[in-house]
C-alpha cells in the first residue's frame, strides 16, 4: 500500500530529513541503476510542492532557504500563488527537490522475478523452530548459510530472538482517489497525492494518517474523514474516492533504523525499524550492513541494535 514517496524536507517544522545529504544522493543512484538491471520503470523523480499557509511562514521560508543545511534541496521559494488554479496557495509556496516517488509494488516484483531466476526467492512461510545456530554457520531445513538476516517489521515483536527489540506498531492508511486533470507537481500540505502506479492515469495514492495508538487491523471511517478533509483542504480540483487501504509501519521512539547482531549470536542479524521512511533509507543502509558484513564498515552507535541491549533478558 505505499505510495513510497521520499522527500528530504519533512514535518510540521520542514527539517531536513536525517542523514539526507547522505541517503538521497544513494537512493537516486540505487534506484535508476535498479531500473535498468530490473528493465522496468518505477523510479519518478518529480518535485514536491508545498503551499504555505500564512504570509509568516513564507518570511520564515525565505530566510531559512538561505541555510547551508537546507538550501540545495530547496528549488525555489514563491511568494505569490504559481499553482492556484489546482490548489490553495494564495501565500505561494516552497518546491523541494531531491524527491520524487518510488513504485514499490512494481519495483518489488521486477526484483521477486530477478531472485526467482537465481533461485534465491522461496514464498513459504519461515518456521524460526527448524532455525540451528552455530558459531560460525546457520541451517535451516536443507539451506546452510554463514549469517541470517531478519528483515521482519513488526514480525519481529513475535520472532524468539529479537521480540525484547522495542519495534513500534505505527499504523497509517491511505485513500485512492480519481481526479479530473494531472496535478502539476507532487502536492503536499498535510496529505500527499501521489499516482497510484495503475493503469487509471486519473487514479492517485492520497495520505497517509498517523495513528501510533490504534493497533488495530483494518480501515476506519475517521481516517477517512480526515483524509478527505485535508485533500479539499489542499486541492481544487474535484475528486472521488475509490477506496481505502491500511497498514502498520515498524518505527522505533528515536525514529531511527535497527541493524545489528543479536546479542548472543554474532550471525543472527536484525535490519528493521524504518518507520515511514524505507523507500529512502533502504538502500544506504543495506549498503551499509553489506559492508559490515565483509568487516569494512561499522554500524554507527544511533543506529546499532547495541543500543537496546539493556532490555535483552
Known amino acids: 500500500m505505499a505510495a513510497g514517496l521520499f522527500n528530504p524536507v519533512t514535518g510540521k517544522r520542514l527539517t531536513k530529513a536525517w542523514e539526507a545529504d547522505k541517503v538521497f544522493p544513494y537512493l537516486f543512484q540505487f534506484y535508476a541503476e535498479a531500473e535498468e538491471s530490473l528493465g522496468q520503470k518505477f523510479f519518478y523523480p518529480q518535485p514536491i510542492y508545498q503551499p504555505f499557509v500564512s504570509i509568516a511562514e513564507q518570511n520564515d521560508w525565505m530566510a531559512r532557504s538561505e541555510s547551508r543545511e537546507l538550501k540545495k534541496f530547496v528549488e525555489r521559494i514563491f511568494t505569490e500563488s504559481v499553482y492556484g488554479d489546482q490548489t490553495y496557495d494564495d501565500f505561494g509556496g516552497i518546491l523541494i527537490n531531491h524527491t520524487g516517488y518510488l513504485n514499490t509494488n512494481l519495483f518489488m516484483q521486477g526484483l521477486r522475478l530477478v531472485l526467482e531466476k537465481e ?7 519461515f518456521d524460526i523452530s527448524l532455525l540451528k545456530i552455530r558459531n560460525d554457520k546457520v ?3 536443507n539451506y546452510e548459510g554463514t549469517n541470517i538476516i531478519f528483515c521482519e517489521g513488526l514480525g519481529s515483536l513475535k520472532n524468539p530472538l529479537f521480540g525484547w527489540v522495542p519495534i513500534i506498531p505505527l499504523k497509517g492508511e491511505t485513500l485512492s482517489i480519481s481526479i479530473k486533470e494531472k496535478p502539476k507537481a507532487i502536492f503536499n ?3 500527499y497525492l501521489v499516482p497510484s502506479g495503475r ?4 487514479e492517485y495514492l492520497a495520505g497517509a494518517t498517523y495513528q501510533p495508538n490504534d493497533h488495530t487491523e483494518g480501515i476506519s471511517t475517521t481516517a477517512k474523514a480526515e483524509l478527505e478533509e485535508k485533500i479539499s483542504a489542499l486541492i481544487k480540483i474535484p475528486f472521488k474516492t475509490n477506496f481505502q487501504n491500511w497498514g502498520i509501519r515498524p518505527s522505533t521512539r528515536d ?3 535497527v541493524l545489528g547482531a543479536h546479542p548472543l549470536y554474532k550471525n543472527v542479524i536484525a535490519f528493521n525499524g524504518l518507520g515511514t521512511k524505507g523507500v529512502s ?4 543502509f543495506s549498503d551499509l550492513l553489506a559492508d559490515w558484513l565483509c568487516h569494512e564498515a561499522e554500524i554507527p552507535s544511533e543506529i546499532n541494535i547495541a543500543r537496546f541491549k539493556a532490555l535483552y533478558s
Open 119 to 125: 533461485n534465491a526467492y522461496q514464498p513459504h512461510y
Open 139 to 141: 541451517n535451516y531445513k
Open 189 to 191: 500540505r498535510g496529505v
Open 199 to 202: 493503469e487509471r492515469e486519473e
Open 255 to 257: 525514529r531511527r533504523p
Open 281 to 284: 533509507l533502504a538502500p544506504y
